[in-house]
């Protein structure tokens, strides 16, 4: 099948994910992940996450991962190296935050995040990977002054770059971005002001869109990362994903480790179902998402949402060959194939009760990457 696509997931995040999702948005940041983040200006500590953070998505069939970073340049650097030393494709972005009143020691100048962008860009790009590109990253309107926006913004143009962020995911982070940019009409037009809203752009969340930034979204060609575990792990809020499809807005999903307290696609999959479902329960008119379909948002979604359809997502011919070879039934595996059936059975069945001892191989660009090679293991 495919290879799954992960459009959103913080490296950074996965040491303590399962754990600390007691807080809801802001609070758990300030708390939990700004303290931990600020420890990847130490190079050996950043090595030991995001060799077992690629590690961890490859063994998940996760092909393709649009991963958050750190503030620190030389880490990020170093996880787009461990992403091409491992074959993963990657879209991998420095994060950029000039305003941090809580934990003053993790932030930049708008001047440091500016140089540093652009050495990370240049730096990342000439090492020429044929996998992992970098990609802008603004970690969200709250965390970066609009001066800084702006800027990112021409920077992704003049490099003709993509641009990842959050939007929507918290009613007290929508409230406060109200508040800080006034001038904007709402939260997407903050984006949308500084050229920050492209066909090569994915936000993550978008639980509070209004039907009219959705059109804007439509409009600029601009994606969203549903991210239900994550969504319900904070309380933050559901994502009506049918809403969004029904705009014709891109939609991909992702883990958003560690908000998000799985690294597996697999795990994006269910909760995306089971956020259907709620949202069928709230209003009976609501149309469930099927399993079918969310299925693709996990692969040719997810490709589309990053602008890599055109490599990626399917078995069309002329694309790279991203994917994973299932064993419904492996051996001491978490399945039990009792009746027979086909395909659309089996592929259910590994959707809702598989997990990693099912995927018994996995190919990127056509080179097999899982089982790990002896000296990678």
């Known amino acids: 099948?495919?290879?799954?696509?992960?459009?959103?997931?913080?490296?950074?995040?996965?040491?303590?994910?399962?754990?600390?999702?007691?807080?809801?948005?802001?609070?758990?940041?300030?708390?939990?992940?700004?303290?931990?983040?600020?420890?990847?200006?130490?190079?050996?500590?950043?090595?030991?996450?995001?060799t077992q953070?690629?590690?961890?998505?490859?063994?998940?069939?996760?092909?393709?991962?649009?991963?958050?970073?750190t503030i620190h340049t030389d880490a990020s650097?170093?996880?787009?190296?461990?992403?091409?030393?491992?074959?993963?494709?990657?879209?991998v972005g420095k994060v950029c935050m000039d305003k941090n009143s809580a934990v003053k020691h993790y932030k930049e100048t708008s001047h440091e995040s500016q140089e540093e962008t652009c050495r990370f860009i240049a730096e990342l790009l000439n090492k020429k990977y044929p996998l992992v590109k970098p990609v802008v990253t603004p970690r969200f309107a709250l965390s970066c002054t609009g001066a800084l926006l702006g800027q990112l913004g021409a920077i992704a143009k003049n490099n003709n770059l993509h641009i990842q962020s959050h939007i929507s995911e918290n009613v007290e982070e929508v409230k406060l971005v109200m508040e800080t940019f006034p001038e904007s009409k709402s939260y997407t037009d903050v984006y949308y002001k500084c050229n920050l809203l492209t066909n090569k752009t994915v936000m993550a969340h978008g639980c509070y869109l209004t039907d009219e930034e959705l059109a804007l979204f439509r409009e600029t060609g601009a994606s969203l990362s549903h991210c239900p575990n994550s969504n319900i792990s904070l309380c933050s809020g559901f994502l009506n994903v049918r809403n969004a499809l029904n705009h014709k807005v891109k939609v991909g999903l992702g883990t958003d480790v560690a908000g998000g307290y799985s690294a597996s696609m697999l795990d994006a999959i269910r909760s995306a179902l089971e956020t259907s479902k709620?949202?069928?329960?709230?209003?009976?008119?609501?149309?469930?998402?099927?399993?079918?379909?969310v299925f693709r948002l996990a692969t040719l979604g997810g490709s589309?949402?990053?602008?890599?359809?055109?490599?990626?997502?399917?078995?069309?011919?002329?694309?790279?060959?991203?994917?994973?070879?299932?064993?419904?039934?492996?051996?001491?595996?978490?399945?039990?194939?009792?009746?027979?059936?086909?395909?659309?059975?089996?592929?259910?069945k590994f959707l809702n009760c598989g997990d990693d001892r099912n995927i018994v191989e996995v190919f990127v660009a056509g080179r097999r990457v899982v089982p790990f090679p002896e000296h990678q293991q």
């Open 77 to 91: 650097l170093l996880l787009g190296q461990i992403a091409n030393d491992f074959g993963q494709r990657a879209l």
């Open 53 to 69: 953070v690629v590690k961890r998505t490859l063994r998940n069939g996760t092909t393709t991962a649009c991963y958050f970073a």
């Open 278 to 293: 709620v949202l069928t329960i709230q209003d009976p008119e609501h149309e469930t998402l099927t399993f079918e379909e």
């Open 304 to 348: 589309q949402a990053l602008a890599l359809d055109d490599q990626i997502g399917n078995f069309e011919i002329g694309k790279d060959f991203d994917a994973m070879r299932v064993n419904v039934a492996a051996p001491d595996g978490p399945v039990d194939l009792i009746q027979s059936g086909g395909p659309k059975f089996n592929l259910e």
């Open 1 to 50: 099948m495919p290879g799954m696509v992960d459009t959103h997931i913080h490296a950074s995040q996965y040491s303590y994910s399962g754990t600390s999702l007691d807080l809801p948005l802001l609070q758990w940041l300030v708390t939990y992940t700004f303290p931990v983040e600020s420890r990847f200006k130490d190079l050996d500590f950043a090595n030991r996450v995001y």
